[in-house]
């Protein structure tokens, strides 16, 4: 397709870059943001940008502007603070809704949205996208009602959808950014490379997998937003999953990036911490059926690119 693509969250992590890769490839980019992570300096000045929140009135952006298609990451994502604060959280679901009702008003037919691996829940080993879906916490029960919200508004409205289930998003996209409040794996590990603390926990080792840590499906945030774009084009409606297909353990995690990056990383083994499953791995045979789309990032390429971004700004 061609035309203008609103970004919602266009100013945080992933969507920062899906506005680049937009703009390489000829669309006029409009970004939504109420920047509680994102941060402007990460918006490419090409794309016209409005600080709003989605729960706002999103009238002007949908006057002023016209909106082919709809790209939603715009979303609260820490798992421990959503068992904490659901209040906050259901401005996920709300915000959805308000955004939604928009593109029927203003007759716009097509949304990506980012959902998670989060609305599988407890479950183990490779799944794919009709695995019953339980959440254990509210931020994936968040994005599974999001889902489900977007499948009736296509039902009633005619808007074309595809939901995009990612699973672990690692690595750089090109514009350093580096997490503010790390408490995902990968800023852990390059936290400790450029000795903002001190190690590594491994929460714990005696999980029944190839090392007794637990297994994840790293994707490349690069190769996360190509699948983005190649979604905009496809005549489907439906969820996909974004993987690999292949696992990392914690461990490994470590031991790769000692070799990669020439240096031991301190580490040592604690406790379990609650609700982690012990392996989860995508199935992606759809999104290469439907989206004609394989990862091309390796694990060791994500480590490589995020300690550049942390080496930079730490030096
Ligand atoms: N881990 C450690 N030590 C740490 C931090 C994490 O050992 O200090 C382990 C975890 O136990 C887990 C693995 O590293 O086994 C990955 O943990 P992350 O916190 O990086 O990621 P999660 O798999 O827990 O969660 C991610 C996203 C969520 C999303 C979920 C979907 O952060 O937003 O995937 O499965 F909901």
Redesign the pocket.
């Given at each position: 397709m061609t035309g203008t693509i609103l970004v919602t969250g266009g100013a945080g992590y992933i969507g920062s870059v899906a506005v680049k890769a937009l703009l390489k490839k000829n669309y006029d980019v409009v970004v939504i943001d109420n920047l509680s992570k994102g941060l402007k300096k990460l918006v490419d000045s090409k794309a016209k940008f409005y600080e709003l929140d989605l729960v706002d009135d999103l009238s002007k952006v949908f006057e002023e502007n016209k909106i082919d298609a709809v790209i939603h990451f715009a979303a609260y994502?820490a798992?421990e603070e959503s068992m904490e604060n659901a209040v906050k959280y259901s401005d996920n679901i709300s915000g959805t809704i308000n955004l939604l009702n928009c593109m029927v008003k203003y007759s716009v037919k097509k949304i990506i949205f980012s959902s998670?691996?989060?609305v599988y829940g407890e479950a183990n080993g490779v799944l794919s996208e009709n695995h019953d879906t339980n959440p254990c916490n509210y931020?994936?029960f968040t994005k599974l009602e999001c889902e489900k919200i977007i499948k009736w508004y296509s039902k009633v409205h005619g808007i074309g959808y595809v939901c995009l289930r990612y699973?672990?998003v690692a690595g750089d996209g090109g514009l350093r950014y580096l997490d503010p409040d790390a408490?995902?794996?990968?800023p852990?590990i390059m936290e400790v490379l450029v000795k903002k603390r001190e190690k590594?926990?491994?929460?714990?080792k005696d999980y029944d997998t190839r090392d007794g840590?637990?297994v994840?499906d790293y994707i490349d945030i690069n190769d996360l937003v190509d699948a983005h774009l190649l979604a905009l084009d496809v005549d489907y409606n439906g969820i996909i999953n974004l993987g690999t297909s292949k696992g990392a353990s914690?461990k490994e995690l470590v031991d790769w990036t000692s070799e990669v990056i020439g240096r031991q990383v301190p580490f040592e083994y604690g406790k379990r911490?609650a609700g982690?499953p012990a392996e989860?791995i995508a199935s992606n045979e759809k999104a290469l059926k439907i989206l004609n789309w394989k990862p091309k990032r390796t694990v060791k390429d994500m480590i490589k690119s995020t300690y550049d971004a942390y080496k930079e700004s730490f030096e």
């Open positions: 994502k798992v998670s691996a989060a931020y994936g699973f672990n408490k995902n794996i990968f852990i590594v926990v491994i929460f714990g840590t637990c994840r914690v911490r982690d989860l």
